[in-house]
T-cell receptor, first 114, second 114 residues
Framework: AQSVTQLGSHVSVSEGALVLLRCNYS??????LFWYVQYPNQGLQLLLK??????LVKGINGFEAEFKKSETSFHLTKPSAHMSDAAEYFC????????????FGKGTKLTVNP | DAGVIQSPRHEVTEMGQEVTLRCKPI?????LFWYRQTMMRGLELLIY????????DSGMPEDRFSAKMPNASFSTLKIQPSEPRDSAVYFC????????????FGEGSRLTVL
Protein backbone atom coordinates (compact mmCIF):
# COMPACT_ATOMS: atom_id res chain seq x y z
CA ALA A 1 0.00 0.00 0.00
CA GLN A 2 1.07 3.54 -0.62
CA SER A 3 0.80 6.48 1.74
CA VAL A 4 1.84 10.10 2.02
CA THR A 5 2.64 12.13 5.11
CA GLN A 6 2.78 15.89 4.93
CA LEU A 7 4.46 17.38 7.97
CA GLY A 8 2.64 20.47 9.16
CA SER A 9 -0.97 21.11 8.29
CA HIS A 10 -0.29 24.86 8.37
CA VAL A 11 2.83 26.76 7.35
CA SER A 12 3.19 30.52 7.59
CA VAL A 13 5.96 32.53 5.90
CA SER A 14 6.68 36.15 5.18
CA GLU A 15 6.56 37.48 1.66
CA GLY A 16 9.99 36.99 0.09
CA ALA A 17 10.97 34.19 2.47
CA LEU A 18 11.79 30.61 1.55
CA VAL A 19 8.89 28.21 1.26
CA LEU A 20 9.50 24.62 2.35
CA LEU A 21 6.64 22.14 2.45
CA ARG A 22 7.52 18.64 3.56
CA CYS A 23 6.32 15.36 2.08
CA ASN A 24 7.34 11.81 2.90
CA TYR A 25 5.94 8.83 1.09
CA SER A 26 5.72 5.10 1.49
CA UNK A 27 5.60 2.83 -1.53
CA UNK A 28 6.58 -0.78 -2.13
CA UNK A 29 7.17 -0.05 -5.83
CA UNK A 30 8.99 2.78 -7.61
CA UNK A 31 6.77 5.80 -7.15
CA UNK A 32 5.45 8.60 -9.23
CA LEU A 33 5.29 11.73 -7.07
CA PHE A 34 3.19 14.84 -7.51
CA TRP A 35 2.50 18.20 -5.92
CA TYR A 36 -0.89 19.80 -6.48
CA VAL A 37 -2.15 23.21 -5.38
CA GLN A 38 -5.70 24.11 -4.42
CA TYR A 39 -6.92 27.70 -4.27
CA PRO A 40 -10.10 28.47 -2.30
CA ASN A 41 -13.27 27.04 -3.82
CA GLN A 42 -11.37 25.48 -6.70
CA GLY A 43 -10.20 22.05 -7.74
CA LEU A 44 -6.59 20.89 -7.56
CA GLN A 45 -4.03 21.89 -10.18
CA LEU A 46 -0.74 20.15 -10.91
CA LEU A 47 2.36 22.05 -9.78
CA LEU A 48 4.97 19.46 -10.73
CA LYS A 49 5.61 15.75 -10.96
CA UNK A 50 8.44 13.24 -10.74
CA UNK A 51 8.26 10.15 -12.88
CA UNK A 52 11.78 8.97 -13.71
CA UNK A 53 15.15 10.53 -14.48
CA UNK A 54 16.29 13.82 -12.98
CA UNK A 55 15.46 13.94 -9.29
CA LEU A 56 15.15 17.73 -9.14
CA VAL A 57 11.88 18.69 -10.74
CA LYS A 58 10.84 22.22 -11.64
CA GLY A 59 7.23 23.23 -11.79
CA ILE A 60 5.07 26.24 -12.38
CA ASN A 61 5.23 29.51 -10.44
CA GLY A 62 8.87 29.00 -9.41
CA PHE A 63 8.30 25.86 -7.34
CA GLU A 64 10.60 22.87 -7.39
CA ALA A 65 10.89 19.56 -5.57
CA GLU A 66 13.60 16.99 -5.13
CA PHE A 67 13.03 13.24 -5.05
CA LYS A 68 15.26 11.66 -2.42
CA LYS A 69 14.85 7.91 -2.47
CA SER A 70 17.07 7.30 0.55
CA GLU A 71 14.91 9.63 2.63
CA THR A 72 11.60 8.70 0.93
CA SER A 73 10.98 12.42 0.62
CA PHE A 74 9.69 14.83 -2.01
CA HIS A 75 9.79 18.25 -0.35
CA LEU A 76 8.47 21.30 -2.18
CA THR A 77 10.43 24.55 -2.17
CA LYS A 78 10.29 28.06 -3.55
CA PRO A 79 13.09 30.55 -2.89
CA SER A 80 10.88 33.60 -2.41
CA ALA A 81 7.22 33.49 -1.39
CA HIS A 82 4.67 35.69 -3.05
CA MET A 83 1.27 36.64 -1.69
CA SER A 84 -0.34 34.75 -4.56
CA ASP A 85 1.23 31.50 -3.29
CA ALA A 86 -1.24 31.37 -0.40
CA ALA A 87 -3.17 28.14 -0.99
CA GLU A 88 -3.34 24.53 0.12
CA TYR A 89 -0.71 22.16 -1.23
CA PHE A 90 -1.10 18.42 -1.62
CA CYS A 91 1.58 15.81 -2.14
CA UNK A 92 0.49 12.61 -3.92
CA UNK A 93 2.02 9.25 -4.80
CA UNK A 94 1.23 6.87 -7.63
CA UNK A 95 2.93 3.67 -8.71
CA UNK A 96 5.05 3.04 -11.77
CA UNK A 97 3.58 0.40 -14.01
CA UNK A 98 0.63 -0.15 -11.77
CA UNK A 99 -2.71 1.37 -10.89
CA UNK A 100 -3.50 4.86 -12.11
CA UNK A 101 -4.87 5.99 -8.79
CA UNK A 102 -3.09 8.59 -6.69
CA UNK A 103 -2.94 8.64 -2.91
CA PHE A 104 -2.94 12.17 -1.53
CA GLY A 105 -1.55 13.58 1.68
CA LYS A 106 -3.83 15.59 3.94
CA GLY A 107 -2.52 18.88 2.66
CA THR A 108 -0.55 21.85 3.98
CA LYS A 109 -2.15 25.25 4.07
CA LEU A 110 0.37 27.96 3.23
CA THR A 111 -0.17 31.47 4.54
CA VAL A 112 2.01 34.29 3.21
CA ASN A 113 2.26 37.36 5.44
CA PRO A 114 3.04 40.81 4.02
CA ASP B 1 -10.76 23.97 -24.11
CA ALA B 2 -13.33 23.30 -21.43
CA GLY B 3 -12.04 21.64 -18.32
CA VAL B 4 -13.78 19.03 -16.21
CA ILE B 5 -17.32 20.18 -15.58
CA GLN B 6 -19.19 19.21 -12.45
CA SER B 7 -22.76 19.91 -11.40
CA PRO B 8 -24.26 21.01 -9.15
CA ARG B 9 -21.63 23.22 -7.52
CA HIS B 10 -23.61 23.30 -4.31
CA GLU B 11 -26.28 20.96 -3.02
CA VAL B 12 -28.15 21.16 0.26
CA THR B 13 -30.47 18.30 1.01
CA GLU B 14 -32.12 16.56 3.89
CA MET B 15 -31.11 13.25 5.35
CA GLY B 16 -32.66 10.35 3.48
CA GLN B 17 -32.89 12.11 0.13
CA GLU B 18 -31.19 10.88 -3.02
CA VAL B 19 -28.28 12.94 -4.31
CA THR B 20 -26.86 12.75 -7.83
CA LEU B 21 -23.62 14.44 -8.74
CA ARG B 22 -22.61 14.77 -12.36
CA CYS B 23 -19.32 15.03 -14.19
CA LYS B 24 -18.25 15.69 -17.76
CA PRO B 25 -14.57 14.82 -18.26
CA ILE B 26 -12.24 16.49 -20.71
CA UNK B 27 -12.80 15.23 -24.23
CA UNK B 28 -10.25 12.59 -25.17
CA UNK B 29 -9.44 11.63 -21.58
CA UNK B 30 -10.07 7.97 -20.93
CA UNK B 31 -9.73 7.80 -17.16
CA LEU B 32 -12.15 9.35 -14.68
CA PHE B 33 -11.84 9.59 -10.93
CA TRP B 34 -14.25 10.51 -8.12
CA TYR B 35 -12.66 11.90 -4.94
CA ARG B 36 -14.22 13.09 -1.69
CA GLN B 37 -12.62 15.84 0.41
CA THR B 38 -13.33 16.40 4.10
CA MET B 39 -11.43 18.18 6.84
CA MET B 40 -11.05 15.00 8.84
CA ARG B 41 -10.03 12.56 6.13
CA GLY B 42 -8.57 14.77 3.42
CA LEU B 43 -8.87 13.59 -0.20
CA GLU B 44 -10.11 10.06 -0.61
CA LEU B 45 -10.44 8.21 -3.89
CA LEU B 46 -13.90 6.71 -4.16
CA ILE B 47 -13.78 5.06 -7.57
CA TYR B 48 -12.06 5.32 -10.90
CA UNK B 49 -12.99 4.30 -14.42
CA UNK B 50 -10.87 3.53 -17.45
CA UNK B 51 -12.58 3.52 -20.85
CA UNK B 52 -15.93 3.72 -19.02
CA UNK B 53 -15.25 0.55 -17.01
CA UNK B 54 -14.96 0.73 -13.20
CA UNK B 55 -11.44 -0.38 -12.31
CA UNK B 56 -11.24 0.19 -8.58
CA ASP B 57 -14.21 0.95 -6.35
CA SER B 58 -12.55 -0.05 -3.09
CA GLY B 59 -12.93 3.48 -1.77
CA MET B 60 -16.71 3.57 -2.08
CA PRO B 61 -17.78 3.82 1.56
CA GLU B 62 -20.87 1.64 1.47
CA ASP B 63 -23.77 0.42 -0.62
CA ARG B 64 -25.48 3.78 -0.40
CA PHE B 65 -22.91 5.05 -2.90
CA SER B 66 -22.94 4.09 -6.56
CA ALA B 67 -21.19 5.46 -9.64
CA LYS B 68 -21.78 4.99 -13.33
CA MET B 69 -20.11 6.01 -16.53
CA PRO B 70 -22.53 5.25 -19.36
CA ASN B 71 -20.29 6.87 -21.98
CA ALA B 72 -16.97 8.62 -22.37
CA SER B 73 -18.40 12.07 -21.72
CA PHE B 74 -20.53 11.58 -18.62
CA SER B 75 -20.39 10.08 -15.16
CA THR B 76 -22.63 10.19 -12.12
CA LEU B 77 -22.07 9.59 -8.42
CA LYS B 78 -25.25 8.77 -6.56
CA ILE B 79 -25.91 8.63 -2.82
CA GLN B 80 -29.15 7.00 -1.71
CA PRO B 81 -30.15 7.57 1.03
CA SER B 82 -27.95 10.46 2.03
CA GLU B 83 -26.72 10.97 5.60
CA PRO B 84 -25.19 14.00 7.36
CA ARG B 85 -21.77 12.28 7.40
CA ASP B 86 -21.80 12.37 3.60
CA SER B 87 -21.38 16.15 3.73
CA ALA B 88 -18.17 16.91 1.84
CA VAL B 89 -16.79 18.32 -1.38
CA TYR B 90 -16.87 15.75 -4.16
CA PHE B 91 -14.35 16.16 -6.96
CA CYS B 92 -14.29 14.58 -10.35
CA UNK B 93 -10.99 14.38 -12.22
CA UNK B 94 -9.96 13.01 -15.59
CA UNK B 95 -6.70 12.04 -17.22
CA UNK B 96 -5.30 10.54 -20.39
CA UNK B 97 -4.34 7.48 -18.38
CA UNK B 98 -1.03 5.70 -18.11
CA UNK B 99 -0.30 6.29 -14.45
CA UNK B 100 2.10 9.19 -14.74
CA UNK B 101 -0.46 11.45 -16.25
CA UNK B 102 -1.76 14.64 -14.76
CA UNK B 103 -5.19 14.60 -13.14
CA UNK B 104 -7.39 17.49 -14.20
CA PHE B 105 -9.88 18.33 -11.48
CA GLY B 106 -13.27 19.92 -11.69
CA GLU B 107 -14.24 22.67 -9.29
CA GLY B 108 -16.09 20.25 -7.05
CA SER B 109 -19.61 19.75 -5.78
CA ARG B 110 -20.13 20.85 -2.19
CA LEU B 111 -22.75 18.63 -0.57
CA THR B 112 -24.45 19.47 2.69
CA VAL B 113 -26.82 16.90 4.17
CA LEU B 114 -28.96 18.26 6.99
Amino acid sequence: AQSVTQLGSHVSVSEGALVLLRCNYSSSVPPYLFWYVQYPNQGLQLLLKYTTGATLVKGINGFEAEFKKSETSFHLTKPSAHMSDAAEYFCAVGSQGGSEKLVFGKGTKLTVNP
Amino acid sequence: DAGVIQSPRHEVTEMGQEVTLRCKPISGHNSLFWYRQTMMRGLELLIYFNNNVPIDDSGMPEDRFSAKMPNASFSTLKIQPSEPRDSAVYFCASSTGGGAGELFFGEGSRLTVL
